[in-house]
């Protein structure tokens, strides 16, 4: 009769855990030992089983595809400090500024374009929300439709490729990495358009909420207007076709497209004047934490799934 709820009363005391805002990772490992500790004094866990987490830990560390995921964090965090954002939102909210709601469509297509050329999009996401916010307020737009629009455009990343999320699914489920990537991208653009007639039906029914640009603010002659545009919009777009396009073509693998992408975004740093040594270490600080953070979720959800298919947890899913 305990052994039936052993497996439940295990992944509410996860939730518990989570809830206090202790670190999943270690969430997951430690109840993972917690409940393999008890259940083996019952008589329910075998603990020699413990040690094949270390061979599962090494596998995880030693992982080819999982080797992409640095090089992806990297390139975006590199992006991030190249001010690649701040250029893109002030050059296409000038373009969509005519239209009501065209400040919120241009975080929107930012966020399109930053999920296709990183992968990782949460640095941007507060970057853009340190530029646009302000400036969403400023001329009208309503509190919660600008946050939640900043938000949404965060979960972009999630999906559309390369995304770090997709590569690491595609490790433990054992599908193709590029597979799932030439799968995310129309769901990816699916959910960007939604977005956006969300963003126009608000602007139609409520002008109040999503206002124009006054014309004081916009001064620039369209042909100039086009051509910064161009001019902005050029260097993610051949990140986007370096790195997704090697993949598609069936030219590089994720780990190797990963590398080209951080690659280029060294360069485009450089050409932007934007890459200081300062800049690269600290980006390389935050990548090895990032990729290590992501690691021990793998290897504190490697423990817990051990220990919960054990006591036939998965018989509860």
Known sequence: ????????????????????????????????????FFSSILGYFNPKLFMAITERSFGIMSNYILLAVPFFIFMGIILEKSKLAEGLLKTIGLLFGPLRGGLALAVIFVGILLAAATGVVGASVVAMGMISL?????????????????????????????SVVLIVLGDQMGISVGDLFAAAIVPGLILAFLYILYILGIAFFSPSKAPALP??????????????????MLPPLLLIVLVLGGVFVGLATPTEA??????????LALMNRSLKLANLKQSMNETMRLTVMILFLLIGSTAFSLVFRCLDGDLWV
């Open 1 to 36: 009769m305990i052994f039936e709820w052993l497996a439940p009363l295990m992944f509410l005391s996860l939730l518990a855990l989570i809830f206090t805002g202790y670190p999943v990772a270690f969430s997951l490992g430690g109840i993972a030992v917690i409940f393999g």
């Open 134 to 162: 302000p400036v969403m307020l400023k001329y009208g737009y309503s509190k919660e439709l600008a946050s939640g629009i900043i938000a949404a455009s965060g979960t972009l990343g999630q999906i559309i490729p390369p």
């Open 215 to 232: 014309k004081s603010e916009r001064q620039i002659p369209l042909p100039l207007l086009l051509k910064k545009t161009a001019f902005v």
């Open 258 to 267: 990963g590398a080209l992408g951080a690659l280029g975004a060294i360069i």
